[in-house]
């Protein structure tokens, strides 16, 4: 079983940063990948960015790249979201997720964190 807790979330004006953090506990959480999704209302699930067991391979979605970092610390079992110049269409609940492989893929995802909302306001 593992525990994500999702932190950081807000309102921003666009233009503005964020800092989303996810937790986790009850499982080896440096030997899996983790990643960040979104979802808007009325919009399937997408993908944001991921991150290796590791943190020395990254991917993100073309919408985000240049504007998003993600990071993870192993030795506090937390995985980051570093969001700058933020975008009215950034505005979604965000979730994170471990990873059964370094993947942009929904279905590769077994735990999901409870989100945390994030909305930009123009």
């Known amino acids: 079983q593992v525990q994500l807790v999702e932190s950081g979330g807000g309102l921003v004006q666009a233009g503005g940063s964020l800092r989303l953090s996810c937790a986790a506990s009850?499982?080896?959480?440096?030997?899996?990948?983790m990643g960040w999704f979104r979802q808007a209302p009325g919009k399937e699930r997408e993908f944001v960015a991921a991150?290796?067991?590791?943190?020395?391979?990254?991917v993100y979605a073309d919408s985000v790249k240049g504007r998003f970092t993600i990071s993870r610390d192993n030795a506090k079992n937390t995985v980051y979201l570093q969001m700058n110049s933020l975008k009215p269409e950034d505005s979604a609940v965000y979730y994170c997720?471990?990873?059964?492989?370094?993947?942009?893929?929904?279905?590769?995802?077994?735990?999901w964190g409870q989100g945390t909302q994030v909305t930009v306001s123009s």
């Open positions: 991150i290796n067991w590791s943190g020395g391979s990254t």
């Open positions: 009850g499982r080896t959480f440096s030997t899996y990948a």
């Open positions: 997720a471990v990873g059964g492989a370094f993947s942009k893929l929904v279905r590769v995802y077994d735990y």
